[in-house]
């Protein structure tokens, strides 16, 4: 068979069950293996977003999505989801085609240096030269995507590489087991929580990408010590409990910063370093780092004890230790004015609110989509306000970016998390200048027949650095711009347009496109007109 041909193989074997993209000439014998494939080749509308697309695939399997693009213009198109990937820590194997390495006949043509240009923003980037060494590239790039910390990786098949004839030889997939943590490490843990009044547990990045929900939940349960979670950390543990504390939305100086402040033991159970510091290191208060991996060290992070090794089994050793110590009397209640405050504040908001305002946003659409459905989104504003209030009680069930933050992600998103949860309800909730930078995509929805809520927040502007702007006392400029009329524009894919003005037109729209399914497009009136009082720096009385 032909290097393509046993590629398309390899993938199989790895379990691969969609590749998405826009492939060109230099892919055509890919394509060709493609159409005996038990993969579905699903073609976008553009590069970046089928990254974006195949980006959360591997987000919510743990199995690498995987992206295919020609050369030149295609392949530097996939940069920005290469990013997303590999700052996110979300599986993704990215592969490109190339003019002939041995005969080419077109000089310089569309060609640039793609394995470099690759190397800086992946965990690893190669030519395949030799068709006989496909099977061992492709191993290689699944076990570096898949391997804690999981990212990005990229193949680069040349012409007439992927047409070579080659005896096809299949390696075997290996199966690992994550270190665990040694057990002085854990001791050290037990010795800090039995000399700790009041405790608190930071849920970061990366325990939302194993299996450790049910193990935190016990622990959290068991010894009843308040959690805040981060943007990229909600869902791990379930917002109703009464633990939860709240989310680490901002940088400091919110309410549950004043929380964090209090506490004298700070267990920080899968940080990952490219999200916002959850809190700023000060002081002499302890701070355990638990993780598949130690601590990068600067001047905001320093912890003192370092528990390496595998998240779930970590806690688990920890609690059985506790247990075995007699279990600490904690005061687990000096969360609670933080909370009441930062839910007061929330609900007096809504009271007072006339308009479609941030905070009646995240309201509704709580109160919309079940507890299982997920919401996707974009980079903007409204960010914050989901990730303070929008409570969830699943694991990724609210799919935001807060490591890239990347505008355009959104929608891509929700059809990545359609494609891997068909039966769950999926609602993407994007501002207006992130959505039309992918919004083309719409077609793409449409033609796989997904049953899809877009939400467009309208608000003819860039919110977010305007609202930055604003707080440096600068005069509003250079940020406004004009719209299409959404309506005619979802229509005219194929979808469903529709307008809200008020609160109740939004819930009823939506819980209406909810049920109805289809494609279907909400273009919503925000109004950002309070977001200094509302994300003004918050502190109890």
């Not at 960010?383 to 990724?396: Q, S």
């Not at 399914?517 to 909400?522: K, P, S």
């Amino acid at each position: 068979m032909n290097t393509a041909t046993a590629l398309i193989k390899s993938l199989e074997a790895e379990g691969v069950e969609y590749m998405l993209g826009v492939p060109g000439e230099e892919n055509l014998d890919v394509l060709e293996a493609l159409k005996e494939s038990s993969i579905k080749f699903i073609i976008t509308r553009h590069e970046q977003s089928a990254a974006f697309i195949a980006a959360t695939i591997g987000r919510l399997t743990g199995m690498p999505g995987v992206v295919l693009s020609t050369l030149g213009p295609g392949a530097t198109n996939l940069v920005t989801g290469a990013a997303y990937a590999q700052l996110g820590a979300m599986p993704l194997i990215m592969i490109t085609g190339q003019k002939p390495i041995r005969h080419s006949k077109q000089g310089a043509f569309q060609i640039i240096d793609v394995v470099d240009m690759m190397t800086p923003i992946t965990k690893y980037s190669k030519q395949l030269v030799e068709g006989s060494m496909v099977s061992a590239t492709v191993r290689e790039a699944f076990r570096l995507a898949t391997e804690e910390r999981p990212g990005a990786t990229h193949i680069e098949i040349p012409e007439d590489i992927a047409a070579e004839k080659i005896t096809y030889k299949p390696l075997p997939i290996s199966f690992t087991r994550r270190p665990v943590a040694e057990e002085k490490s854990i001791s050290h843990v037990v010795d800090l929580l039995k000399k700790s009044k009041h405790p608190i547990i930071i849920i970061g990045a990366g325990a939302n990408r194993k299996r450790t929900s049910q193990v935190l939940t016990d622990f959290v349960q068991t010894f009843n010590i308040p959690f805040v979670p981060t943007q990229m950390g909600k869902g791990v543990i379930s917002d109703a409990l009464p633990q939860y504390a709240g989310t680490a939305a901002l940088s400091s100086d919110d309410y549950v910063h004043e929380t964090i402040e209090q506490a004298d033991l700070v267990i920080n159970i899968g940080h990952d370093v490219v999200e916002k510091p959850p809190f700023i290191m000060t002081g002499e208060r302890p701070v355990v780092h638990v993780n598949f991996d130690s601590a990068s060290v600067n001047d905001i992070y320093y912890p003192q004890c370092e528990v390496v090794g595998d998240i779930a089994n970590a806690i688990w050793q920890i609690k059985v230790a506790l247990e075995k110590e007699g279990v600490p009397k904690w005061d687990s209640e000096y969360h609670l004015p933080a909370k009441q405050k930062l839910i007061e504040d929330f609900n007096n908001s809504i009271e007072k609110a006339t308009t479609i305002t941030p905070q009646v946003l995240v309201k509704t659409t709580r109160e919309c989509v079940n507890d299982k459905g997920i919401v996707a989104l974009d980079n903007g504003m409204y960010k914050i306000w989901f990730a303070r209030h929008y409570d969830t009680y699943h694991e990724n069930t609210l799919l935001l970016d807060n490591a890239l933050a990347t505008m355009g992600a959104g929608m891509p998103s929700a059809i990545g998390a359609k494609i891997v949860h068909p039966d769950r309800q999926v609602v993407a909730v994007v501002g207006d200048g992130g959505f039309m930078m992918n919004s083309q995509e719409l077609e793409t929805a449409v033609r796989l027949n997904l049953d899809l809520v877009v939400v467009i927040l309208n608000d003819a502007s860039y919110q977010m650095i305007r609202w930055k702007q604003s707080n440096l006392g600068m005069e509003d400029f250079g940020l406004q711009f004009n719209n299409p009329n959404f309506i005619m524009y979802a229509n005219s894919y194929g979808a469903h347009g529709h307008r809200a003005t008020t609160m109740t037109d939004y819930k009823q729209l939506l819980s209406e496109a909810l049920e109805i399914g289809g494609v279907h497009v909400i273009d919503l009136a925000i109004d950002y007109s309070d977001n200094a009082n509302g994300l003004m720096i918050k502190k109890l009385d």
